[in-house]
Structure formats: structure tokens, C-alpha cells
């Protein structure tokens, strides 16, 4: 019986080590050289086409082996993702479930084909205008709550969730996915912080072996982001245009850190609730008049205000709320309504992927004499188009932004 | 916006608005004294393999294409491609042999597979009627014109 264990304990280490190996690496050194390729390669082709009695690696392996060495350098691949969390990867990914539909946008920026994904979260299944391609793969539900059959049932080689978003529910699907299938990856990236965002895009592209085309997302984000932050760094700071901003339930605005701080940040705003420790705090009406703020922004898109977007071409709704703002008791006496300052935007082009179209939008808003080349909508065309592939013009179709 | 500014959002237009290199491979033969040189122009391969079936009446001569990563067996002759843009071999054999040399491709990124000269854009006079040639490296020039030439054009 003791022969027998140690026997089993022998296979499964022998079985690890043969999961951790780089495939086609013939010294077993750690690095697939040009030369193990090539004769990887050669073998194969001499047993398949030449009527070779070579034994060659099978075409998995050779396929895994080439993108090893033509996207990592021909060794293991050892990320951290943006939670913090280490792994090494010695097989490419090639099919991933996306619980994080934020991702699933990004994989698209960067060029990522659309049969690496095999499970994507039941939001990108109910917007066939956004994710058209997307249609028909399996439905793994949500963060909150997950199908785990039919993510088990998919197979993944990885899984993608979010880092800060409900850390409790993507800790309990990487362990309940963990143990039914060991072997799965688990990354969680966010794809909507403004503070990590670059820095995914690059993890990403060296990830799923598309570093160029996360080259020449980013390259469009920089163009994007410094032409405002370029003007943005010459405002002092006691110039900065203060800001109340409102997501779409009734003040409730944004506090000190949180995304939305920072986006009004990021576009040369001042938010006149920052100092409020609350990441979404609850404020009162008459602390948002006696602030007095030059601009006021809200969100809509979700919970009471579940309209406009990519969907929805019907400006109608945008208008009643921009109306009820201005109609508010007393905050007629404030500055941005009396100069005609409050603007409406969608959630879709501030609170995901696309926030830098969205603080083009609220640079314009905050500092028109000093943004008047600026065009989002051009920005926002151009990202559709070009790294979206969406055949979809945002100025014909859609609702995001009230005035327009 | 300066006209220089103009210049370079021009070409990073052109080159961003590029689109992505379909996976080919060209053949051109061209005869040269009692044989024939072959030059394979690989495009949007970096990983792959090609194997090309020489016609009947040629023999293997040599081939610029490392040693480590060519095999021949049996009239057929396997290259592993890694990085390379254009592969040169030469066999020996009749000029009347230059339109029947056949051949495959695999790309092991993509899993694409197909046959060499098949999308090709040479004209007939490089496979078909082999014409006196201005000899191995002259060749190998021109190819390797028409390599930098593709990629300046972004294509």
C-alpha cells in the first residue's frame, strides 16, 4: 500500500512538472531556444507531410511552443495582476470567461480575436448593439450572481474578474471554480480606474500575446488623455472650477478617492465634495448650495435613470432630468444654474472602459475658452471605429451627453 | 498645426489605419545556368512552417536558409520559419521544371495554413517562363527590395 502512495505521489509530481514545462523545450532548461523551435517544427512537418518517423510534438504543443517564443521570449510568464496576485504561465490562454465586462472591452482595444472567449457575463449578452460578436457565447451570469455550471462547463484555460469591485463575490467564484476544475487561472484586472488603466492595457497585451495592439491603443489614450491633461497641469490650483457631481440617484455624489474624484481630477475640476471621506456619500441639498458650484454633472444610464447609451437614440429623458435639476427648490440661486452650467452624461462614456471620452467631455464643460479644438465626439468615433471595430457613429446614433 | 506636425499625423494614419498582414508566401523562380533558384517571400508568417515539393527532375543544390532549421526528405524540402522574411534555394534541374514546383504553409500563431503562390501577386514570368536571370544574389536583392518595399508602404 505505502509503494502504491509513494508510486501515485511520484505520478502526480512527474504530472506537475510536465503541466509547468514550456512546451518543445528539449533540455527542459526553462527557455525554448530558436533552435528547439525550429526543430520542433521540423519534426512535425517531416511526420505529417514528409513521411518522417520522427516523433513530433503534437500540433498543441507546437502551436503553444511558437507563442511562447514569439510573444514571451520563449520562457514562463510570470504577471501580477492588479489585486496583487502573482502567477506564472508556462501555455498560452486560449479560452477565457469574463465575469468583468469592463475587460471584455479592453481585450477588444487591443485587438484580441473574439474565439479566445468562450463565457462573458449576462450584461455583454444584453447589449447586442455593443458586443454584436459576442452574442451567442455561454452566459456565465454575474459577479453577484454566477452560473458556475456553465463556467465550468466552458472549460477555461482563465478566468477574468474584477480587482475592486465586489471582492467578496470574485473570491468566492475563484474558489468555487478553483475547486472544481484546479487548474484554471484566475486575473482580475478593473479596465475603468484611471490610476491602473495604462498599466493593464500593457499586462494584457503581454498576457494574451498582443502587445502591439495594446502599443496602438495606448498610443491613441495618450493622444486622448494629454491633450487634456497638457492644459489641465498649466490651470494653478486655486483656479480650478469647482464641480458638484451627481450619479444617477438623487445626491449621492462622489467622495475623496473615488473614481469620479478623480476623473473630475483628471479634467481640471475641483469636486466640491473631495474632502468628504465617503467613497459615494449621500449629501445634503443645501451643502451643494452653499458650496455653490460653478458646474454640476450627472450620471444616468443606471438605477432610477436607466436610459440613453449606445441603445437608446431618444435625447427625451436627458432633457427631463437636466430640467428637474434646474428646477430643484433654491438651487436656482446657484451659479452653474444661473450661467446655464449643468450637464447630463451617460454612464456608458465615464464609468467604464471608454471614462477618458468622458473627461474630454467634462474638460470642455469645465474650461470651454480653453479646450476649443477639443472634440470628444471625434475622440469617441475614432475609438468605436478603430479599436472597437464597431461599424456604429455616435453622432447618428445613441445618447450620451445632454446638452449636446 | 505645423506642416510638419501634418506630416507625421499623416503617416501615423496611414500606418494605424493599416491593416493587418494577411499570412502569404510568394514563389519566384527564376533559371540560372543548369538550374533554378527559388525565392520564397514570406509575409505576416513570423512563426511557421513550409513545405515544398521539388518537381520531378530537379535535385537539391543548397539553400541560404540555416541548416538547423531546413530538412529534406524525399523531393520535399522543409523549412522552419522563424522571423525570416524570404527563404533562397536552388536546385538543379530543367528551366521547363520553374511552374511546377508546389508547396504548403502553416502559420502557428493563427493556425492558418495554405499553399505557397496561391494569394501571390508575381506575375507569370516569375513562376511560369523562367527567363534568364540575373544569378542568386542579384535575386535575392530584389526580394529583399521587395520585402522593405512592403514594409515602408505599411503593407
Redesign the interface.
Given at each position: 500500500m505505502t509503494r502504491r502512495l509513494i508510486l501515485l505521489a511520484c505520478s502526480l509530481c512527474l504530472l506537475a512538472g510536465m503541466a509547468m514545462a514550456i512546451p518543445c523545450d528539449r533540455d527542459s532548461d526553462g527557455t525554448l531556444t530558436?533552435?528547439e523551435?525550429?526543430?520542433a517544427?521540423?519534426d512535425?512537418?517531416?511526420a505529417r507531410?514528409?513521411?518522417?518517423a520522427v516523433e513530433a510534438p503534437s500540433p498543441g504543443d507546437?502551436?503553444d511552443a511558437?507563442?511562447i517564443?514569439?510573444h514571451w521570449d520563449g520562457r514562463a510568464l510570470t504577471i501580477t495582476d492588479t489585486s496583487g496576485q502573482t502567477t506564472t504561465l508556462t501555455r498560452p490562454i486560449r479560452r477565457i470567461a469574463l465575469f468583468n465586462s469592463d475587460s471584455l472591452e479592453m481585450l477588444r482595444s487591443i485587438g484580441l480575436e473574439p474565439d479566445r472567449i468562450v463565457g462573458v457575463s449576462k450584461y455583454a449578452l444584453e447589449d447586442p448593439i455593443f458586443y454584436p460578436e459576442y452574442q451567442g457565447k455561454a452566459n456565465l451570469g454575474s459577479v453577484w450572481s454566477p452560473d458556475y455550471e456553465q463556467a465550468a462547463g466552458i472549460r477555461p484555460d482563465a478566468v477574468f474578474l474584477y480587482a475592486s469591485i465586489s471582492q467578496s463575490s470574485c473570491d468566492e467564484i475563484e474558489d468555487t471554480l478553483s475547486a472544481i476544475d484546479p487548474d484554471i487561472r484566475f486575473f482580475r484586472f478593473d479596465s475603468f480606474r484611471p490610476t491602473v488603466y495604462a498599466d493593464e492595457v500593457r499586462t494584457l497585451g503581454l498576457l494574451l500575446?498582443k502587445r502591439e495592439g495594446a502599443g496602438?491603443f495606448l498610443?491613441?489614450y495618450g493622444d486622448a488623455t494629454g491633450s487634456v491633461a497638457g492644459v489641465v497641469d498649466t490651470i494653478p490650483v486655486k483656479d480650478r472650477i469647482p464641480v458638484y457631481l451627481e450619479n444617477w440617484n438623487d445626491y449621492k455624489s462622489a467622495g475623496k478617492g473615488s473614481g469620479y474624484d478623480e476623473k473630475i481630477e483628471l479634467a481640471g475640476g475641483m469636486n466640491i465634495f473631495g474632502d468628504n471621506p465617503a467613497e459615494y456619500p449621500v449629501v445634503d441639498p443645501e451643502a451643494v448650495i452653499s458650496r455653490n458650484p460653478d458646474v454640476i454633472v450627472k450620471i444616468v444610464g443606471a438605477g432610477e435613470t436607466t436610459f440613453g447609451g449606445y441603445g437608446d437614440d431618444d435625447i427625451s429623458p436627458f432633457e427631463r432630468v437636466h430640467r428637474a435639476i434646474s428646477d430643484r427648490p433654491v438651487w436656482n440661486q446657484m451659479k452653474a444654474i444661473r450661467d446655464g452650467r449643468v450637464h447630463i452624461i451617460h454612464t456608458d462614456v465615464i464609468g467604464g472602459p471608454e471614462y477618458f471620452i468622458g473627461t474630454a467631455y467634462f474638460a470642455k464643460w469645465f474650461y470651454p475658452d480653453r479646450f476649443p479644438d477639443l472634440d470628444p465626439r471625434a475622440v469617441h468615433r475614432q475609438y468605436l471605429e478603430?479599436f472597437q471595430r464597431l461599424d456604429y457613429d455616435p453622432g447618428k446614433h445613441g445618447t450620451f451627453v445632454y446638452p449636446a | 498645426m505645423t506642416p510638419r506636425r501634418s506630416v507625421t499625423l499623416c503617416i501615423l494614419i496611414v500606418l494605424l489605419a493599416a491593416p493587418v498582414t494577411a499570412a502569404n508566401i510568394e514563389r519566384i523562380v527564376t533559371s540560372s545556368g543548369d538550374g533554378l533558384d527559388v525565392t520564397l517571400v514570406v509575409t505576416g508568417i513570423p512563426v511557421g512552417g513550409i513545405v515544398e515539393t521539388l518537381p520531378d527532375g530537379c535535385v537539391w543544390k543548397e539553400t541560404d536558409h540555416p541548416a538547423d532549421r531546413t530538412r529534406l526528405s524525399g523531393g520535399k524540402a522543409a523549412f522552419a520559419v522563424i522571423g525570416e522574411e524570404t527563404i533562397r534555394y536552388r536546385v538543379q534541374g530543367p528551366q521547363e521544371a520553374a511552374g511546377v514546383f508546389t508547396g504548403t504553409w502553416e502559420d502557428l500563431l493563427t493556425g492558418e495554413s495554405g499553399t505557397v503562390g496561391a494569394a501571390g501577386t508575381h506575375g507569370p514570368e516569375s513562376s511560369k517562363t523562367p527567363v534568364e536571370a540575373p544569378g542568386f544574389l542579384s535575386v535575392a536583392a530584389l526580394a529583399a527590395l521587395a520585402v522593405a518595399y512592403r514594409r515602408r508602404c505599411g503593407r
Open positions: 530558436s533552435s523551435l525550429a526543430t517544427i521540423l512535425s512537418l517531416d507531410q514528409m513521411g518522417g507546437l502551436r511558437a507563442f517564443y514569439e500575446g496602438r498610443a491613441f478603430e | -
